[in-house]
């Protein structure tokens, strides 16, 4: 059985676009949620093919805004990445890698199926202590501002769904269900 609230969290590669709009709009909701990264740094793309920008974690948003401004404020304001950091630094100061967290959460949700491996095999490596179940689900979105927005709202509806009627049992084919919008999901069930 979840706990009410369901407790979540959102997780992305950098814990900068994906993880804090979702992050947002659940939280608008009333949900319990948290956003991670799961890389080693924060990378963020540059003015060239080969050019990303690299931030530790305890990099504030902040900084990495201020950052950008001073490379090339014009390019930054144009690709969207001062509008992402300015969202995302209203939500929290930094970024914050999910390995560091010892937190229990009911369901975690990635959009990306190289984060879900992350994460499944990070819970896995952990020794197993309460044996409380967390549900992992993926679900595919591009990492595009429209594309992110929608995919945030579809996850805000099935965590809605989650929590009204104790999906736990039938969460299967609840996202069998909501493959029908054309996105493709992945879930396991791992333990604490």
Sequence with gaps: MFSSPVRLPVVCMNNINWSTEV???????????QSFGTGSHVNLAGPGPNLSLVYDFATSYQQMYDDLVRKDRDYYMQNGMLHILGRSQRIKSQPERFQECRDAFDVMVTYEETVYDRVVEELCSREQETFQPVHMINMDIKDTLKDVILGAFLICELCQLIQADDMEDSLDELLLELEKTGKSFLHVVCFY
Excluded: H
């Design 23 to 33: 992050n947002r709009i659940l939280r608008k909701k009333g949900f319990n949620v």
